[in-house]
């Protein structure tokens, strides 16, 4: 897997990845503490409106960005967006009032939102045999998961001695290193897209999504996803410390239990997508996904004592890798089903989409597990899981003809690795 980084490119730009995902997990704890200090009980409701408002600037910026932006060479346009993420970091110590941070978090995800879809499209450019691409895809999956476990211990140790105001400056030197390294890589020379009327272009992604069977399903998978995802997010907390009536070290650890199941699938995605069509790998996570949340909403409603713990623990384990094995592979789909010119706008498209499912399970998590407890919502999340397994199975159908066991599973027109 690490032979991708022997690319110079590649390297640099997913050590800006690194450094960029760091400061990112510095900035959310920080936030968190931030708006402890400004509202203190109600903290919980700050942070979920500011989640809200990410989640919003994901879904609505991303595409109209990418309308924007088409012609506007990505070095630029990444660097830009670095310098945005960087102006409002220093921002944010100095915060007196709410709406200053729900301001400011809006004007730094809608960054986020330009950065990362650009970010991602770019890599097959780069990495255009498939076999890099894909082993590049689960270095990418491991760093995710590896920030959500590193950044909170950077955290911890920098907060024994600092105040919590200086993990800001963290994240600063994130999206400055992040901007940096972008600077210093020399980028393939894509040519621009045709020019089209800004609708055209707003819409082209979603149009793409609906034409193509493997896009569709991926829209479905989605669903599946943000399921399982809003669950372990929302509330594993309330799980361990007020169901289980466990430590705050439990929370981390069934938190790990999640990204470890989840690192372990990455690790092996490569070795799996040899092997087995993409399709085929992700109905399987697809598949397991439900299953194991409602084997979770059992051990809730019914498990004791430590048997129900690591019963859960396990749980958390297999969520954690049935979900890696929908998302790893997921950007190859959007690789095979769009050319040099169309990528920026079907990875945001695809950016925007995946985030209108959590603006759905988010706040269904939180609300249905504070009025009827997790294992209703649990099962409810379970219902709606299926359903979006249901509707992946009948949108990405096999074209006639098609070998059941080949890994090109899209339309004839749609292209295969290059």
Known sequence: MLAV?????????????IIAL??????????????????GGDA?????????????????????????????PRKRLLITSDIVRVAVALCLPFVTE?????????????ASATFTPAFQALIPSILPEEREYTRALSLSRLAYDLESLVSPMLAAALLTVLRYHNLFAGTVVGFIGSAILVSLTRFPLVEPPKSSGFFDRLTSGVRAF????????????NLVVATTTAMVIVNTVVLVKADLARSQADVALMLAANGAGSMIVALNVPWLLDRFPDRRVMFCGAAVVPVALLAGAGVMRWGT???????????????????STILTPSARLLQRNSTEQTRPGIFAAQFSLSHVCFLLTYPLAGTLGAVFGLPATATVLVLIGTLGTILAFAMWRMPPGTDPGSAAESLPTARKGR
């Open 44 to 72: 919980g409701l700050m942070m979920g409106t500011a989640m809200t408002i990410k989640i919003l600037a994901y879904v609505a910026v991303a595409p109209i960005i990418s309308a924007l932006v088409s012609h506007v």
């Open 305 to 323: 004592g430590q048997t129900q713990w690591f019963a859960l623990l396990g749980i958390w384990f297999l969520i954690g890798a049935a979900t």
């Open 210 to 221: 609906w034409a193509r069977p493997e896009l569709r399903g991926l829209m479905a998978l």
């Open 98 to 110: 709410a709406w200053q941070i729900y301001v400011l978090i809006f004007l730094l995800q809608s």
């Open 22 to 39: 760091l400061g990112t997990g510095l900035l959310t704890i920080a936030l968190g503490l931030l708006a402890f200090d400004l509202a």
């Open 5 to 17: 980084l022997r690319n110079t490119v590649y390297a640099k730009l997913f050590g800006a990845q």
